[in-house]
């Protein structure tokens, strides 16, 4: 497997989604090239990072207003009535 | 706290305490994507209110059998997009059949402390990389990799294929992976030191 193909394979490769004489080959070409395993290690952390992004909540005061807002849509109260 | 049953007809019945859980349940999800797709806090509120809105006139069409939280998000997915083209009418959609982004950043910035990488402005970088993507890729990688859809579910959401989905994902992935390296660059240049 040739670089450019690595790259190709690449999310296939970390989504387990390569058949297995696929995955070999890529797993042999990472073996010996540096630079495909620093993309393959870069991409997984930038999934992990990715996934850690859901700690990230709408903040407590936007919250609020956003309820609000679609509260008062919702049931056609005029705003500053609850 | 009600359960999918029964929240699912007090939505219909617009009870105010299925709307307040429903609420809760899902905002944050909803903000996310309209966050990374349109990259202004002023516009991702507005696509929560109006997906909200959009979700309780349509709940009576609602199938049972599927997910809520997924039909809500393709409900926020449209509302953004509308709202994408109201801001940038002109902007070309582009080819999935362009050749991809080869790698060009190859710092191994994977080893960094977790301090450095689960920071608010790494947080808020990742987000501005996601919201500078082509259009057409950004939901990809916010649904799959920061929601954790299935490829299936995403590919629902955006209305496109599996296979399409995937091509943008993988697109998105190397797109944003080469933004993040140059944004670390410096920083493993400095932990090498």
């Known amino acids: ?82 | 706290m009600l359960d999918d049953t029964k929240l699912l007809a007090g939505l219909r019945q617009r009870d105010p305490q299925a709307f307040t859980q429903f609420f809760d349940a899902n905002v944050d999800r909803v903000y996310r994507l309209a966050l990374g797709m349109l990259g202004q806090r002023a516009d991702a509120e507005e696509v929560v209110q109006a997906t909200f809105l959009s979700a309780f006139e349509a709940i009576g069409r609602f199938e049972p059998h599927a997910q809520l939280s997924t039909w809500l998000y393709r409900i926020a997915y449209n509302h953004a997009l509308m709202l994408l083209r109201r801001r940038h009418p002109e902007e070309p959609l582009p080819d999935d059949s362009e050749s991809l982004p080869l790698p060009a950043t190859l710092v191994d910035w994977s080893t960094l402390p977790e301090d450095q990488l689960l920071s608010e402005e790494v947080h808020e970088t990742l987000f501005a990389a996601i919201s500078s993507l082509p259009e057409r890729l950004r939901a990809a990688f916010v649904l799959r990799d920061i929601e954790t859809l299935s490829t299936a579910e995403c590919a629902h959401v955006q209305g496109i294929s599996e296979s399409a989905c995937k091509v943008r994902l993988h697109r998105a992935r190397l797109l944003l992976r080469e933004r993040l390296s140059q944004y670390f660059r410096e920083q493993v240049a400095e932990e090498a030191l």
């Open chain 1, 1 to 82: 497997m040739t670089c450019e193909e690595l790259v190709h394979y690449l999310s296939a490769y970390i989504d387990h989604e390569l058949d297995a004489e696929l995955s070999r080959d890529a797993q042999e070409h990472l073996a010996t090239c540096q630079r495909c395993q620093v993309v393959l290690n870069t991409t997984q952390r930038l999934i992990l990072l990715g996934h850690d992004q859901r700690r990230y909540v709408v903040s407590g005061a936007l919250r609020e207003n956003l309820y609000r807002r679609i509260e008062q849509s919702l049931y056609h109260k005029p705003a500053g009535q609850g």
